[in-house]
C-alpha cells in the first residue's frame, strides 16, 4: 500500500510540474549496481540472474540519484513481473551514435503489440485487465520512469514484441555527462 501511495504521489508531481530534483555527480555505474543489489535483495527477486553488461567506461551523470534508482527500480521490477523467474534480465549500458546515455532493461517477458507500446506510459494503464490480477501492478511504473527521465531532459524508449520480450531503454543527453571518477578524485 505505501508502494502504491508514494507512486501515486510521485506522478502527481510529475503532472503538476513540481518534482524537484537534486541534481549532483553521479557514477553511473555504481548506482546501476547498487540498484541490482537492491533488486536482488526483494524477497520475490532475490535468485533472479541479472546482468549487467556494456561498455566498459561508464559515465558520470549530473542527475538525482534517487530518481535514477526509482527508474531502474521500476523497469527491473517490470522485467521481472513479466518473465519467467528462470529467464535472465539483462541492464545494459551504451552510448548512442548521437552521444545518448542508454541504459537498457531487457527481459525474455510476455512482451507488448505496438498498440500496448504506444499507451504503455499513460498512468494506470494495463493492457488487459487480467493482467494486473495475474502480475499485480497499478499501471504506474512506466509514466513514473518516463516522467522522470524527461525531467532529466532525456527520453524513454520502449522496443517490444509479444512472446518474444522487451528491452526498454531510458536514454539521457550527452548535456548530463559530467566529471569522470578520475577527475573527480583528483579535484578532492
Same mark, same amino acid.
Given at each position: 500500500?505505501l508502494?502504491?501511495?508514494? #507512486?501515486?504521489?510521485?506522478?502527481?508531481?510529475? #503532472?503538476?510540474?513540481?518534482?524537484?530534483?537534486?541534481?549532483?555527480?553521479?557514477?553511473?555505474?555504481?548506482?546501476?549496481?547498487?540498484?541490482?543489489?537492491?533488486?536482488? =535483495?526483494?524477497?520475490?527477486?532475490?535468485?533472479?540472474? *541479472?546482468?549487467?553488461?556494456? /561498455?566498459?567506461?561508464?559515465?558520470?551523470? &549530473?542527475?538525482?540519484?534517487?530518481?535514477?534508482? /526509482?527508474? &531502474?527500480?521500476?523497469?527491473?521490477?517490470?522485467?521481472?513481473?513479466? $518473465?519467467?523467474? #528462470?529467464? !535472465?534480465?539483462?541492464?545494459?549500458?551504451?552510448?548512442?551514435?548521437?552521444?545518448?546515455?542508454?541504459?537498457?532493461?531487457? #527481459?525474455? =517477458? *510476455?512482451?507488448?503489440? !505496438?498498440? /500496448?507500446?504506444?499507451?504503455?506510459?499513460?498512468?494506470?494503464? /494495463?493492457?488487459?485487465?487480467?493482467?494486473?490480477?495475474?502480475?499485480? =501492478?497499478?499501471?504506474? =511504473?512506466? $509514466?513514473?520512469?518516463?516522467?522522470l527521465?524527461?525531467?532529466?531532459?532525456?527520453?524513454? *524508449?520502449?522496443?517490444s514484441? !509479444?512472446d518474444?520480450?522487451?528491452? *526498454?531503454?531510458?536514454?539521457?543527453? !550527452?548535456?548530463?555527462?559530467?566529471?569522470?571518477?578520475?577527475?573527480?578524485?583528483?579535484?578532492?
Amino acid at each position: 500500500m505505501l508502494e502504491l501511495v508514494n #507512486d501515486v504521489l510521485t506522478m502527481a508531481k510529475l #503532472d503538476a510540474g513540481r518534482y524537484e530534483l537534486d541534481l549532483a555527480p553521479m557514477n553511473l555505474h555504481d548506482t546501476v549496481d547498487r540498484t541490482v543489489t537492491i533488486f536482488r =535483495g526483494t524477497t520475490a527477486f532475490e535468485r533472479r540472474e *541479472i546482468r549487467v553488461t556494456g /561498455q566498459l567506461r561508464w559515465p558520470w551523470l &549530473l542527475a538525482d540519484e534517487r530518481a535514477m534508482r /526509482q527508474v &531502474l527500480l521500476n523497469l527491473l521490477s517490470n522485467a521481472a513481473k513479466f $518473465s519467467d523467474p #528462470d529467464k !535472465p534480465i539483462e541492464v545494459r549500458y551504451d552510448t548512442s551514435s548521437d552521444g545518448e546515455i542508454m541504459i537498457s532493461v531487457i #527481459d525474455q =517477458g *510476455i512482451g507488448m503489440a !505496438p498498440e /500496448q507500446i504506444s499507451e504503455a506510459t499513460r498512468p494506470f494503464y /494495463q493492457a488487459d485487465s487480467r493482467l494486473s490480477r495475474k502480475y499485480e =501492478g497499478t499501471g504506474l =511504473g512506466l $509514466s513514473i520512469v518516463s516522467g522522470l527521465v524527461e525531467c532529466h531532459g532525456g527520453r524513454l *524508449i520502449i522496443e517490444s514484441q !509479444p512472446d518474444i520480450g522487451s528491452r *526498454i531503454s531510458v536514454a539521457f543527453p !550527452p548535456e548530463v555527462i559530467c566529471l569522470e571518477a578520475t577527475e573527480i578524485t583528483e579535484a578532492a
